[in-house]
T-cell receptor, first 112, second 113 residues
Framework: EAGVVQSPRYKIIEKKQPVAFWCNPI?????LYWYRQNLGQGPELLIR????????DSQLPKDRFSAERLKGVDSTLKIQPAELGDSAVYLC??????????FGPGTRLTVL | DQQVKQNSPSLSVQEGRISILNCDYT??????FLWYKKYPAEGPTFLIS?????DKNEDGRFTVFLNKSAKHLSLHIVPSQPGDSAVYFC????????????FGTGTRLTIIP
């Protein structure tokens, strides 16, 4: 069974530039999560989807971050414009319905 | 406010001995707990979980213990192997895993051959 796929794996951009991350969850998993992990910290939830619906986006900085999950499968997370403090690893995870979450390898973003 | 705490940033254990990783939580709504293992440049990998209706769960060399009154859980690895060297994250959720996971800051485990 294929795991959670994320791209790109690494991204370096200048501040104020836009950036987008893509996630393809495990087939059949209804729930999709985006987390941000800062250096030396655990992952922190940005947004959770149940199928196409964002059911928890309370931690998403909506002034610059946006996300979508069209057709309830793939998801894209966008930052526009990026700031220096956005440098982190962005993790996507999926689960069939709550419980154990399966994580992708993450995208390491560096904002210069 | 750190609701899930892993107070030991690092731990070194001799190969073959027992590794004990600890985790404390403050939110009494948490009723489902998980341990994840993370290698460099990879995403966290699920290891083992426990719900609040149990106080122990075993899977091979890994055992998780939950002390609800103390709001404390621990992960025991025995015997420890070099491949166990990684960062271990404790995570907690409410509603038996149907809510978001709240992670601790991780403990870096090093197994000494």
């Amino acid at each position: 069974e294929a795991g959670v796929v994320q791209s790109p794996r690494y991204k370096i951009i200048e501040k104020k530039q836009p950036v987008a991350f893509w996630c393809n969850p495990i087939s059949g998993h209804n729930t999709l999560y985006w987390y941000r992990q800062n250096l030396g910290q655990g992952p922190e939830l940005l947004i959770r989807y149940e199928n196409e619906e964002a059911v928890d986006d309370s931690q998403l900085p909506k002034d610059r971050f946006s996300a979508e999950r069209l057709k309830g499968v793939d998801s894209t997370l966008k930052i526009q414009p990026a700031e220096l403090g956005d440098s982190a690893v962005y993790l996507c995870a999926s689960s069939p319905r709550g419980g154990e979450q399966f994580f992708g390898p993450g995208t390491r973003l560096t904002v210069l | 406010d750190q609701q899930v705490k892993q107070n030991s940033p690092s731990l070194s254990v001799q190969e073959g001995r027992i590794s004990i990783l600890n985790c404390d939580y403050t939110n009494s709504m948490f009723d489902y707990f998980l341990w994840y293992k993370k290698y460099p440049a990879e995403g966290p990998t699920f290891l083992i979980s426990i719900s609040s209706i149990k106080d122990k769960n075993e899977d091979g060399r890994f055992t998780v213990f939950l002390n609800k009154s103390a709001k404390h859980l621990s992960l025991h690895i025995v015997p420890s192997q070099p491949g166990d060297s990684a960062v271990y994250f404790c995570a907690a959720s409410a509603n038996f895993g149907n809510e978001k996971l709240t992670f601790g800051t991780g403990t870096r485990l090093t197994i000494i051959p």
